[in-house]
T-cell receptor, first 113, second 115 residues
Framework: SQKIEQNSEALNIQEGKTATLTCNYT??????LQWYRQDPGRGPVFLLL?????KEKRKERLKVTFDTTLKQSLFHITASQPADSATYLC????????????FGTGTKLQVIP | GAVVSQHPSWVICKSGTSVKIECRSL??????MFWYRQFPKQSLMLMAT?????????EQGVEKDKFLINHASLTLSTLTVTSAHPEDSSFYIC???????????FGAGTRLSVL
């Protein structure tokens, strides 16, 4: 069955460092992969979308890579700030017309001042 | 842009009553709206997908008579939890996407507590 794995353990890093979050998937050939941020008690907020034929995407301090061979996406936040503390969800959408988006369980990031 | 408003943000009700949750896209036309349920420390579980003017498509295991979805216009979808019971207590989140877009814009969520 299709599976999306994100590290369930919280990631604690020092302010100013680069945070790297991992999203692995199995039994899936997504056409798109997305990253969302979710704060406690709030709905997710879209951050970045990367297509299967793209290796890397950047937006300000954010960078996403997509390796369809490894079936993995890495999400980087450079020069991290305490305000970046949140849960980050990866989401995959299949191919062939509209396909529903499946979300991972998310990784909680804590940036320590 | 791309703001989705969800109301109410928090509701407490007695067992057996019905609760309606509204989801509005404020600055774009949402051809498709989605309803999710999220338990603590778990991922979003898609309940149903609705397109304006047509019946919602429910995910396996979701009772359509229990969770009534109406998508009457391009900017409004409602989810009604009928005859709510304590096991229906959860965090419900809606999202909306515009035509030919893959990005979903989420509402702030509704915390439902059934006593």
């Amino acid at each position: 069955s299709q599976k999306i794995e994100q590290n369930s353990e919280a990631l604690n890093i020092q302010e100013g460092k680069t945070a790297t979050l991992t999203c692995n998937y199995t039994n899936y050939s997504p056409a798109y992969l997305q990253w969302y941020r979710q704060d406690p008690g709030r709905g997710p907020v879209f951050l970045l979308l990367i297509r299967e034929n793209e290796k890397e995407k950047r937006k300000e301090r954010l960078k996403v890579t997509f390796d369809t061979t490894l079936k993995q996406s890495l999400f980087h936040i450079t020069a991290s700030q305490p305000a970046d503390s949140a849960t980050y969800l990866c989401a995959l959408e299949g191919r062939g017309g509209y396909q529903k988006v499946t979300f991972g369980t998310g990784t909680k990031l804590q940036v320590i001042p | 842009g791309a703001v989705v408003s969800q109301h109410p943000s928090w509701v407490i009700c007695k067992s057996g009553t019905s609760v309606k949750i509204e989801c509005r896209s404020l600055d774009f036309q949402a051809t498709t709206m989605f309803w999710y349920r999220q338990f603590p420390k778990q991922s979003l579980m898609l309940m149903a997908t609705s397109n304006e003017g047509s019946k919602a498509t429910y995910e396996q295991g979701v009772e359509k008579d229990k969770f009534l979805i109406n998508h009457a216009s391009l900017t409004l979808s409602t989810l009604t939890v009928t005859s709510a019971h304590p096991e229906d207590s959860s965090f419900y989140i809606c999202s909306a996407s515009a035509e030919a877009k893959n990005i979903q814009y989420f509402g702030a969520g509704t915390r439902l507590s059934v006593l």
